[in-house]
């Protein structure tokens, strides 16, 4: 069965400081891994990542896959309150569905 | 141009009785999905379209659960006697066909509620 664990499940910070979320996963018929933030309803596209060892950036975010040991992190940098949201990690399947396989996600709270 | 739109947001309904959830994709976007998130846990595939058939339809839970998009764009997802179990944010999510996998968006979602 094809299986995506996040850790931690819930995460308590302080503004500025820097996050690190984990994905690890199990799955036959890899395509890639998604990263989205879910504030309300909407997941809301963060990054794809397809190669091993090549870090997608996007301002104080980032994020690296390992496809050898079949994990990716996520990391924020000098968090605000806006950051504070669940994280959700997804895998992409090579199949006609393309369809996604979800963590349970990361809930991060930032406190000012 | 639009997102990907879903209504209601908010059903309230009893055990029992039928309801419909309706997805709006983005246009011109030929693959259509849905999902059902229950509370603290991430989004679990229900159905794909590409187009307007139903591609794989493995994630439905039984057979009260039903989905159509008979003209290729709104898709329609019906639950039959819906159980209290049923509760959960139905999400919906849209991407345009190409050869590589493209990202999928999100809709807000329908949060169901059975009493």
């Known amino acids: 069965e094809d299986k995506v664990v996040q850790s931690p499940l819930s995460l308590v910070v302080h503004e500025g400081d820097t996050v690190t979320l984990n994905c690890s996963y199990e799955?036959?018929?890899?395509?890639?891994l998604l990263w989205y933030k879910q504030e309300k309803k909407a997941p809301t596209f963060l990054f794809m990542l397809?190669?091993?060892?090549i870090e997608k950036k996007s301002g104080r975010l980032s994020s690296i896959l390992d496809k050898k040991e079949l994990f990716s992190i996520l990391n924020i940098t000098a968090t605000q309150t806006g950051d504070s949201a669940v994280y959700l990690c997804?895998?992409?399947?090579?199949?006609?569905?393309?369809?996604?396989?979800f963590g349970q996600g990361t809930r991060l709270t930032i406190n000012p | 141009g639009a997102g990907v739109s879903q209504t209601p947001s908010n059903k309230v309904t009893e055990k029992g009785k039928y309801v419909e959830l309706r997805c709006d994709p983005i246009s011109g976007h030929t693959a259509l999905y849905w999902y059902r998130q229950s509370l603290g846990q991430g989004p679990e595939f229900l159905i794909y379209f590409q187009g307007t058939g139903a591609a794989d339809d493995s994630g439905l839970p039984n057979d009260r659960f039903f989905a159509v998009r008979p003209e290729g764009s709104v898709s329609t997802l019906k639950i039959q006697r819906t159980e209290r179990g049923d509760s959960a944010v139905y999400l919906c999510?849209?991407?345009?066909?190409?050869?590589?996998?493209?990202?999928?968006?999100f809709g807000p979602g329908t949060r169901l509620t059975v009493l």
């Open positions: 397809t190669s091993s060892g």
């Open positions: 997804a895998v992409a399947l090579i199949q006609g569905a393309q369809k996604l396989v």
């Open positions: 999510a849209s991407s345009p066909r190409t050869v590589t996998y493209n990202e999928q968006f």
């Open positions: 799955v036959t018929n890899f395509r890639s």
